[in-house]
């Protein structure tokens, strides 16, 4: 089977166009026209590359997987001219790395450690709720989500969730001069405490051992974003309930003191990706650096330490 290119090139302009009739006037054809030329380019394929939803065509993962070979070909092509006419380019791939918001930027970080020095490579970041970045993961927006829960899998969602590494949570504090050792839980009762939102894993966790030791604490702040938790551990009297990667800047700087390690607390960190037939390379080679699984290393790049 040989792969018609002028078909290929009507599916481009479809796709990057958003619909039959833009691409039709681009191209200056008819739309029966294109329509038919994007069913042969279907069938020779033996794949369905779009599929109507609310009346708009959204490409399929078949569709997706298309796109991204044709904008390397078309990519190509204009290359050859660069090239010819002594203007260099380079061919990139790209990854969409989605991550929730009260996620560690640190811990983020560290994960693209091995593309980031990679010019063949282009990282697109997103932030977002988890409901939101999964909905964007099914819909073939982002490659992988990056999350301190694991997703329920069932029959519909096909959903993965590899383990990738677990954090210490700490109670840190700025530094006070003569300041007394602290006293879990007994200190909460005088102490002012800021904590993540409810919807956090290790906040449910911290109220439920100060609930079994019969302690209500003062509350200075909630928050749902651990960028804003960490300001807030550095201006707000107190202490924090963070994950010690969030801060392990300030606590290397003495910008923060650990007041107290909560050994029964753990920050859990996930990278979930979906059942696909043409995942992304670039998030298997992520997946095995962070679990230590590249390179016939034994231990995992991650979880992050104090010396990292």
Do not use: C
């Not at 991204?68 to 380019?89: A, C, M, N, P, W």
């Not at 997703?151 to 007394?180: C, F, I, M, N, W």
């Amino acid at each position: 089977m040989f792969l018609n290119y002028h078909h290929l090139r009507y599916f481009w302009a479809i796709s990057h166009e958003g619909s039959l009739t833009k691409a039709a006037e681009k191209l200056n054809v008819a739309q029966s026209a294109l329509s038919i030329q994007l069913r042969h380019l279907e069938e020779s394929l033996g794949q369905r590359l779009f599929v109507r939803q609310n009346r708009k065509l959204v490409l399929t993962e078949a569709g997706q997987m298309a796109l991204q070979y044709s904008d390397s070909i078309f990519r190509t092509g204009e290359e050859l001219v660069d090239t010819l006419k002594h203007r260099s380019r380079r061919t990139r791939q790209v990854l969409r790395v989605g991550a929730v918001a009260t996620l560690s930027r640190n811990f983020q970080w560290e994960f693209v450690k091995p593309l980031r020095a990679r010019r063949d490579v282009e990282l697109v970041l997103r932030s977002g709720s988890v409901r939101d970045l999964v909905l964007q993961l099914r819909n073939h927006e982002v490659d992988v989500v990056l999350s301190n829960q694991a997703l329920r899998r069932d029959a519909e969602t096909q959903h993965y969730s590899h383990p990738l590494a677990e954090q210490d949570v700490s109670l840190v504090a700025r530094p006070v001069k003569g300041q007394k050792p602290f006293r879990f839980p007994e200190d909460f009762g005088r102490v002012p405490v800021i904590l993540p939102s409810l919807e956090s894993d290790i906040r449910a966790g911290f109220d439920l051992l100060l609930h079994q030791a019969g302690v209500r604490p003062i509350i200075a702040a909630e928050v749902d974003d651990m960028a804003m938790l960490r300001v807030l551990a550095l201006r707000l009297k107190g202490v924090a309930l963070v994950p010690r990667v969030v801060v392990q800047d300030e606590l290397r700087a003495g910008l923060l003191v650990e007041r107290q390690r909560l050994p029964a607390l753990k920050e859990r960190f996930f990278a979930i990706t979906p059942s696909r037939t043409f995942p992304n390379p670039l998030v298997k080679e992520l997946i095995a650096y962070a679990t230590g699984k590249k390179k016939g290393r034994t231990t995992p790049a991650l979880p992050l330490t104090d010396e990292v």
